[in-house]
């Protein structure tokens, strides 16, 4: 059975987010970087939204520029490890190798590096 994966990636210009079902993409987003998310729980609470929506918990996988963005997100504590919650599970990690293609949304910008990262909660990072 195919999993939702949500794959977070936020940087100094932007935080990129990727939802994908199997090999398919649901849903791509670019939204402001981590310095303008000005309520400390915007990003969990969106998490939480979207977990609710699917009817089941969310494997997330974070890989950021800076160690502190997943902090000022709510994704990690202040020692960098992931949250988890009864609507999701916070993998931290860096880029991942490329793998088979799925289908894709066309149009918001190249995601493929997001794409590797969603392998991390396929076990090949653990």
């Known amino acids: ?7 977070v990636f936020p940087s100094s210009k932007w ?4 939802l ?5 993409e649901l849903l791509r987003a670019i939204l402001p970087p981590p310095s303008l998310v000005r309520h400390e729980r915007a ?4 998490l ?4 609710m929506w699917l009817d089941r918990p969310l494997p ?20 960098g ?23 894709r949304i066309r149009g918001v910008g190249d995601f493929s590096d997001l794409r590797q990262l969603r392998l991390v909660l396929d076990g090949e990072g653990r």
């Open 1 to 7: 059975m195919d999993e939702y994966k949500v794959v």
């Open 15 to 18: 935080t990129r987010l990727l």
């Open 20 to 24: 994908t079902l199997g090999p398919d």
């Open 43 to 46: 990003v969990p609470t969106f």
């Open 48 to 51: 939480e939204g979207l977990s």
């Open 60 to 79: 997330v996988v974070l890989s950021a520029d800076d160690e502190d963005f997943g902090f000022r997100l709510g994704l990690t504590d202040p020692l």
């Open 81 to 103: 490890i992931g949250e988890r919650s009864l609507y999701y599970r916070v993998e931290v990690t860096e880029r991942a190798r490329r793998r088979r293609r799925g289908a």
